[in-house]
Each structure stands twice: as C-alpha cells, then as structure tokens.
C-alpha cells in the first residue's frame, strides 16, 4: 500500500507480558517517528530514526521500552513487563525529512489488563 | 518551557464564525510548520503547510511570525465538519525532528 501500515490494530495484553508493535512506513522515507495518545490527551512523543543516524529515545518512558528499525524501513517498538499505565495508542509516521511532513499510520491501541 | 504551545481549548463556535488559533514554539532556528487535524479516534492527518509569506487554502488560512515565534490558523465560516483537534507541528534541529502540539480542540455547534 501508498499509506504508513502498522499492526497489530488492536492489542490485548495481560499485565507482565512483552508486546511487539509494528511499523512499515512509506516507502523511501527516512524519518520514522513513534507516539503515543492516551484517551483525551495528546501526542507523546517516543522515539525518532533518521537515516542512519542514532535514534533519538528521548521520549521513551522507561527502559521497558525499546525500539528499532531494521534496513532504514521497517520499525518494532517493543514493551517489556507492561504495565496498566502502558495502555494507549500507538502511532507511526513517517516523512522525507526534506520535505517534513509526517504521514501517520492508524495506530496500534494497546490495552493491559 | 515547551517546545510547542497550544491553547488546548476547546473552543465552541457557532457554524459560520470566523475562529482563530494560535501556537508558539521556544527553537528559533526551527525550519518547517504545519497544522494537522485529528478527528476523534483518528490518525493525524496534514492539513497545510504554513509558508514565511502566509498561505490560504479555501477557508483556511495559515501565517508564521518568525520574529515572535508563532504561528497562526485561521478559518472562515466554521463547519460543523471543521470539529476535530488541530495540532501544531514544527520541524527543527540538524536532525530535522518534527514535534507537535498537544493541539486546540474545536468544537462547531449549529
């Protein structure tokens, strides 16, 4: 497909367990972006690839969470042990940095319980 | 201080009203703006770019103020299809990062 695709659309997770989120973005994009909204609140930023750049993990809230894009393209965000606090939903863009605008997939909506 | 400030709003407007939006960012060297729109249990989606001179598309206008920081959205005779969250984007730094708002929340009523 032409959009950014990410699977699963919907998780449920029992608290405790690892959960492995997926990102194909645009083809030939090479900024990669993930958030994460909470119902109500806006976007939280997580983690930024660029090339073959180091990502920038600023956002990640805890070193249960970890991410990476292999080959420039396709990106896992990875949470180990979640946590009820972990419920959200999570969405990937994509962009050509030159350009700058970011094309979002439909999200990933994670639920712990 | 943020990177990007939004009023979040909401703002509650009747069909037909002219409403304003405004944002601010702290990184003066930032390099591209955008508003986006998010519709409830939606994806972000592009709205437009915003262009040092100013730019218009249809009831939507957007304006940069890059000597005091912000950036402007303006629409013309409110829909009630205009209610979403309308989120304010900015490019900045050597990596080139994009970093939104938490966005302002319109609401048009009849």
């Known amino acids: 497909g032409a959009g950014v695709s990410q699977s699963p659309s919907n998780k449920v997770t029992e608290k405790g367990k690892d959960v492995e989120l997926r990102c194909d973005p645009i083809?030939?994009?090479?900024?990669l972006y993930w958030y994460r909204q909470s119902l109500g609140q806006g976007l939280e930023f997580l983690i930024y690839?660029?090339?073959?750049?180091?990502?920038?993990k600023s956002g990640l809230p805890s070193d249960r969470f970890s991410a990476e894009r292999t080959g420039g393209s396709v990106s896992t965000l990875t949470i180990q042990r979640t946590q009820q606090e972990d419920s959200a939903v999570y969405l990937c863009?994509?962009?050509?940095?030159?350009?700058?605008?970011?094309?979002f997939g439909q999200g990933t909506r994670l639920t712990v319980v | 201080r943020k990177e990007v400030e939004q009023d979040p709003g909401p703002f509650n407007v009747p069909e037909g009203a002219t409403v304003a939006f405004n944002c601010t960012y702290s990184n003066s060297a930032s390099q591209s703006f955008f508003w986006y729109r998010q519709d409830c249990r939606k994806e972000p989606k592009l709205l437009m770019s915003v262009y040092s001179s100013g730019n218009e598309d249809g009831r939507f206008t957007a304006q940069l103020n890059r000597a005091s920081q912000y950036i402007s959205l303006l629409i013309r005779d409110s829909k009630l299809s205009d209610s979403a969250t309308y989120l304010c984007?900015?490019?900045?730094?050597?990596?080139?990062?994009?970093?939104f708002g938490t966005g302002t929340r319109l609401q048009v009523t009849l």
């Open positions: 690839f660029q090339g073959n750049s180091a990502p920038d």
């Open positions: 863009a994509s962009s050509l940095t030159s350009k700058g605008e970011a094309f």
């Open positions: 984007v900015v490019l900045s730094g050597t990596a080139s990062k994009l970093t």
């Open positions: 083809s030939g994009h090479t900024a």
